[in-house]
């Protein structure tokens, strides 16, 4: 059987957006300041890269202008010069599935530049925001964050969030969320919800991964994981390779979530890489890496379909907007 080379791929998380900011002089067409770039885009068949905008709260304070200059980073050099089309309604993902087109999405990591204001979270939603991660690591106004001690869950406006999400089909995402946060959430919440970026702890003990019973919870509600390229969430010592991932995937297909993997490979993120996983144009190598494994079909889920059916699935219809 001969195989088309080129696949078909779905990222969840990148950092892109936070280096345009502090350096707007980047092109992201093809600057080597980046790990994701439109031509390693092209060169490793990513049709949509869901694009986080992050706040680095631990070095400056988060505001709500701060998250309004990323999207506005995101419309002129990603979906404006840069070429992407905008995706974010049911209808577009329908689309997607069907008529391969290079698109990217918005995700906000961590709600602290909201300040609490639920009316920045609509605003966001307005401007095509559509998926929130309540945390980064630590506690905010909405919740802990998986680094915290104490391992607290939503507060009362968090709740409130999660509450104006489950409305407005703003979808939540909780790698970063604290354990019992994510449990909180899978009681609260009345849509599924994924794990943008984070991988199996029982592969590699990192505190950002999930438990089994986590990533149980996310099959039973058909929700997702993105398995995630960050070296130390892969291999326990940080030294990994693209093989290495391949562990994860055979863990999670144990506990039945074969239909729940996709992938979210933190680009721009982070300051060393997976060997043979350093930028996405990599992805073409590492989809024959597969292929060599597993079954054609397995691997087209994992790479593209399993993300395209949870969006025109769980995404808000532009039909029933106001």
């Known amino acids: 059987m001969v195989r088309n080379r080129q696949r078909r791929v779905a990222d969840f998380h990148c950092d892109v957006l936070s280096k345009l900011q502090a350096s707007p002089d980047i092109d992201f067409r093809n600057d080597s300041r980046l790990d994701v770039t439109l031509d390693r885009l092209l060169a490793g068949g990513v049709e949509l890269q869901v694009f986080a905008v992050y706040l680095s709260t631990r070095r400056e304070k988060a505001s709500f202008e701060r998250i309004l200059g990323q999207i506005e980073s995101f419309r002129n050099k990603v979906a404006g010069i840069g070429g992407l089309q905008w995706l974010r309604w049911k209808e577009e993902a329908a689309e997607q599935i069907n008529t391969p087109t290079g698109r990217g999405m918005l995700s906000l990591e961590g709600v602290d530049g909201l300040e609490g204001n639920l009316f920045y979270a609509q605003l966001c939603f307005e401007l095509g925001v559509r998926f929130i991660g309540v945390t980064w690591n630590y506690a905010n106004w909405a919740a802990d964050g998986v680094l915290e001690q104490r391992n607290g869950g939503f507060t009362e406006q968090g709740r409130k ?82 093989g290495d991932v391949l562990r994860h995937i055979e863990h999670i297909c144990s506990l039945g979530g074969s239909g729940q993997i996709m992938f979210g490979s933190d680009f721009d993120g982070i300051d060393c890489w997976v060997e043979g996983l350093e930028h996405p144009g990599k992805y073409a190598e590492f989809a024959e890496l597969l292929l060599a494994r597993y079954p054609e079909d397995a691997v087209n889920g994992w790479l593209h379909g399993n993300a395209l059916a949870f969006l025109a699935k769980n995404l808000p219809s532009k039909e029933i907007q106001p």
């Open 161 to 242: 969030l999660v509450d104006w999400c489950n409305g407005s089909g703003m979808l939540l995402d909780v790698s970063h969320l604290a354990p019992a946060g994510f449990w909180e959430l899978a009681e609260r919440s009345i849509r599924p919800f994924i794990a943008s970026h984070s991988n199996a702890a029982a592969v590699c003990g990192h505190p950002r991964n999930l438990s089994d019973e986590q990533i149980k919870a996310l099959i039973a509600m058909d929700g997702r994981i993105g398995l995630t390229f960050v070296p130390w969430f892969v291999r326990d010592g940080g030294l990994a390779k693209a």
